[in-house]
């Protein structure tokens, strides 16, 4: 058979192959594009401290946590390339050098695409072994609601040169910080982030404090595991910790509770009617989140991917 090569267009992260019609890419690349780069350019970063010299980076992207101290700097996730210069020179207003340490709860590309300029830049980055694994390697994500967004593998500088298991320790800034993965949740690959002495952990994907989770059901994802997950943290922390999501405003131990609550009646609800031979069509109709809608917004994307994590 002959080898044809499809040429294909990238915008933002999705990809449009050269064989989609020209007048729908012509309409996407010059109407859309310009809208996206705006957007890239106008996000700026704030910031929360949530301790002495802990502070949590808000952008474009996932939430940052950073620890600045004698040592150095290090973070966790590290958002968009775009980004990597915003966050960097509020850094250095924090009093913080160079970013010495980057430690990713998981590999999806709003929390890991800073990482090719930062290790470029001498950052030592720290990941899961599933996490490192997927990086180096195409991958593509439903998420339901959105085209699909096809993620290319990252070059050796993006790459995590130490990894876990299940537990790692690190002591940097005067403090002990844990690295934990209870098992498959928002992907395979997600860590829990614990700055011990700071009493502060941060969940990544796995808490979204900003509307309903996104569970990676095509690789690996599980409504179950994100419960078991969120279950775990909650038992290494008190009611004092700063709980940091993936995304939203800062949280509470509290919140955390309320999210695993919410997330075990969703799941319950769904249950019982899967075991009864319901369709996804028809778990949807049933409203299993309907208390929670209010707050959480459209629940397709959750009840689509838990669905298919239940019926596996």
């Known amino acids: 058979m002959k080898n044809t090569k499809v040429t294909t267009y990238k915008i933002g992260r999705v990809w449009i192959p050269d064989y989609v019609p020209g007048v729908i890419a012509v309409v996407v690349l ?9 957007s890239q350019q106008s996000a700026e970063i704030s910031t929360e401290a949530v301790g002495d010299g802990r502070y949590v980076l808000f952008g474009r992207g996932g939430n940052i946590l950073a620890s600045i101290g004698e040592q150095g700097v290090l973070i966790v996730d590290s958002q968009f390339p775009d980004m990597v210069p915003k966050y960097q020179s509020t850094i250095r207003s924090l009093g913080g050098g160079d970013i010495d340490f980057t430690i990713n709860t998981h590999w999806h590309y709003d929390h890991a695409d800073g990482n090719e300029m930062l290790g470029e830049a001498g950052s030592w980055i720290i990941a899961h072994a599933h996490s490192r694994d997927m990086m180096t390697k195409h991958n593509t ?12 593998p990252y070059s050796q500088a993006g790459l995590p040169v130490a990894t876990f ?11 002990q910080i844990d690295l934990i993965h209870p098992g498959p949740a928002h992907t395979m690959g997600d860590a829990a982030i614990f700055l011990r002495d700071s ?8 808490f979204n404090n900003a509307g309903y989770p996104f569970i ?9 595991g994100m419960i ?28 955390l509770a309320e999210y695993i609550t919410m997330l075990t009646e969703i799941r319950g609800k769904m249950m019982i009617l899967i075991g009864q031979g319901a369709s996804l069509e028809e778990v949807i109709a049933a409203k299993p989140t309907e208390n929670w809608d209010a707050e959480k917004g459209d629940p397709l994307r959750l009840i689509d991917r ?5 019926t596996r």
């Open 30 to 38: 010059i109407i859309g594009f310009p809208f996206i780069v705006e």
């Open 141 to 152: 994500i439903n998420t339901v609601v959105n085209p699909l967004v096809e993620q290319p």
């Open 165 to 175: 298991e299940q537990r790692m320790e690190v002591f940097f800034n005067g403090e």
């Open 199 to 206: 009493n502060i952990v941060h969940m990544g994907d796995v």
């Open 216 to 224: 990676d059901a095509d690789n690996g994802g599980d409504i179950e």
């Open 228 to 255: 078991a997950f969120c279950e775990a943290v909650l038992g290494e922390i008190n009611s004092n910790t700063v709980v940091v999501p993936g995304h939203g405003p800062v949280a509470t131990y509290n919140d």
């Open 306 to 310: 838990a669905y298919l994590s239940l």
